[in-house]
């Protein structure tokens, strides 16, 4: 990826094919899909590559345990149909990124008989459904053995549980891959650039989009064949700027997740397969946290996006009966909030009912092409979609798409020994190569080949972390990180893990942002206390100060 102020420069003014609006899991396939076929592209994002729904999601590559059961309770084909499609997309998903994706064995913990039959059942189904491409095939794994690979779970009583297999990835890096790729490919891509309004001229379809640099304020123009708007959530408003007779198509259901700390030992995923409102949520080993998630409730745009305390009790309430000993909220080491869009069914349905199906949008007034819904899963197949569509309007032939096989950037000479060179290669402690190997895949050499140079950025970004200060460098020269906040919540991910670690990293993250940035010593100060302050306030939200929070 180029230098974000030289990205700018390259598509000031510039036309294109494809005009890819919003920079999620969706646009960030959509364009390089595009890019693949041979249409000239540009993606647009308004705050960071996933910084939105992208980065907050539960991290797995899944069919939906949760949609499968509703697809049999409710006799819903609806939701058949998004299960099989995810589980073929799953194996795309581990081939393409291996350094990104990996399989997980997700346990259901059962402490009656008719549950162990009827969970049982459940994932044989999801196997049969998955077909060749399964992971493994769901089994019984009796209570001893259970507690031995999640050693917290609560062991009185327990019969077993029902073992099944689904995918788990680092969602905030890999959309930064899927940049990286397509920008690799020949795609122009700029972040922090917010499409404020499509213009027609005659013929009444967008021709043009103007675009407002969110860190300068400078406007540009870019012009394109067509436009497809990947905005997720906010997938209506650009609907609107487009055409304002359309009616909405989205509601937006909020789901948080909250970071405790992890018992080493721990080996699987555990789901909790029945709540007080009827879902399940999953307590999932994730880079060393356990990662606790998700509420389902239906929010607008107006709602504050962050963590509240009744949700943090909500999560913890669920989670707590199946363990020996019990979370408190004082535990709770990060957390994030997220929007899932729903492509809307109507007023009535609850929005944990509504589909995660995709939708591909034609406006046939103003050329438009929305792609609505969907779930980080299927973001490959409503690639595939929405650019098939964009051919058919484009009057060309349908085909070519190679997503399929198409290794992300990082993939390349990938296995799952890499981490092990680095260590011999670089002198590098271990927990700093295989953090390095799972953010970046075999460009890790690259972040490392700087400290070569400049030995200071071997340095880690807070004592006793494995993140280092070259990967901010490195980030900010290759992957366009801009902000405070783009390193240290994704591409490091240290927010993900520890937001007082990350608040302890903020000034030397500035430090470092401030010489590849060219930011003074003023710009440097308000971003870095801005930084601070926003993660203090979120922990303000859930009744933790500032100085007692735990790392
Ligand atoms: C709590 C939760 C858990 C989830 N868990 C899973 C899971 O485990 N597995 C799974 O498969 N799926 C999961 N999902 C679903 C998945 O995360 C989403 O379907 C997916 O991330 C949506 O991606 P998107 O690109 O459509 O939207 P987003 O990621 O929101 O991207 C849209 C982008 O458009 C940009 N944008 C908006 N307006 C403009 C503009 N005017 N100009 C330029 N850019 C603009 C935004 O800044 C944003 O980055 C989960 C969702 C949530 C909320």
């Not at 064995?105 to 998955?130: M, N, Q, S």
């Not at 356990?290 to 943090?312: A, F, Q």
Request: net charge neutral; aromatic share 8%; hydrophobic share 40%.
């Amino acid at each position: 990826m180029r230098h974000r102020a030289e990205a700018w420069r390259t598509i000031d003014g510039a036309s294109f094919d494809v005009c890819v609006i919003g920079g999620g899991a969706t646009g960030s396939g959509c364009a390089l899909d595009a890019q693949l076929r041979g249409l000239r592209t540009v993606l647009i994002e308004a705050g960071d590559f996933a910084s939105a729904t992208s980065s907050r999601s539960t991290k797995l590559i899944h069919g939906g345990i949760r949609y499968l059961q509703e697809a049999v309770t409710d006799f819903d084909p609806g939701q058949y149909h998004v299960v099989k499609q995810a589980l073929r997309e799953r194996r795309f998903m581990l081939d393409n990124a291996p350094f990104l994706a990996h399989t997980m064995e997700f346990l259901v913990p059962c402490y009656r008989w008719w549950e162990v039959a009827y969970y049982g059942a459940g994932t044989k189904i999801y196997d049969r459904i998955a077909g060749k491409h399964n992971f493994f095939s769901s089994k019984f794994r009796p209570a001893k053995d259970s507690v031995a690979r999640w050693p917290l779970l609560r062991g009185s009583g327990l019969k077993g549980a029902i073992v099944y297999a689904d995918g788990q990835f680092d969602d905030a890096r890999f959309a930064v891959a899927l940049v990286q790729t397509f920008t690799e490919a020949g795609g122009e891509a700029v972040n922090h650039a917010r499409v404020v309004s499509l213009r027609k001229y005659g013929s009444g379809k967008i021709i043009e989009a103007e675009i407002e640099d969110q860190l300068s304020g400078t406007r540009t123009n870019v012009q394109a064949k067509v436009f497809v708007n990947a905005t997720g959530p906010f997938s209506d408003h650009i609907r609107e700027m487009a055409n304002p007779l359309l009616e909405k198509r989205l509601r937006l259901s909020k789901g948080v997740h909250i970071l405790l700390p992890l018992d080493e030992r721990t080996k699987d995923a555990m789901v909790v397969p029945k709540t007080d409102d009827g879902r399940v949520i999953f307590a999932i080993p994730w880079l060393g946290r356990l990662l606790v998630g998700t509420t389902d409730d239906e929010v607008t745009h107006d709602d504050e996006l962050v963590v509240k305390r009744s949700e943090v009790d909500y999560l913890l309430q669920q989670l707590n009966r199946y363990l020996l000993r019990p979370f408190a909220a004082e535990d709770v080491v990060g957390g994030f909030a997220g929007v899932r869009p729903l492509v809307s069914s109507g007023k009535g349905s609850k929005t944990k009912k509504l589909l995660r199906e995709h939708e591909v949008e034609l406006d046939g007034e103003s050329g438009l092409i929305s792609v609505l819904g969907g779930k980080w899963t299927t973001y490959r197949a409503m690639a595939e979609d929405a650019i098939n569509t964009v051919q058919r309007q484009l009057g060309i032939a349908v085909g070519g798409c190679v997503t399929r096989e198409h290794p992300l950037s990082g993939s390349e000479g990938y296995s799952a020994s890499y981490s092990q060179g680095l260590t011999t290669n670089y002198c590098i402690s271990e927990a700093t190569a295989k953090h390095l190997a799972e953010k970046f895949g075999s460009r890790a050499t690259a972040v490392l080949e700087l400290t070569k140079q400049e030995p200071a950025l071997s340095a880690p970004l807070v004592v006793g972390y494995p993140a280092i200060r070259a990967e901010i460098a490195y980030s900010a020269r290759n992957e366009m990180a801009a902000t405070l906040d783009d390193v240290l919540e994704r591409r490091t991910g240290l927010q993900f893990f520890s937001w007082k670690a990350a608040m302890e990293a903020a000034p030397v993250g500035g430090a470092v942002m401030q010489r590849e940035m060219g930011w003074d010593d003023a710009e440097t100060q308000r971003a870095v206390t801005e930084y601070v302050d926003t993660l203090s306030a979120w922990m303000q939200k859930i009744g933790l100060a500032k100085n007692e929070a735990k790392a």
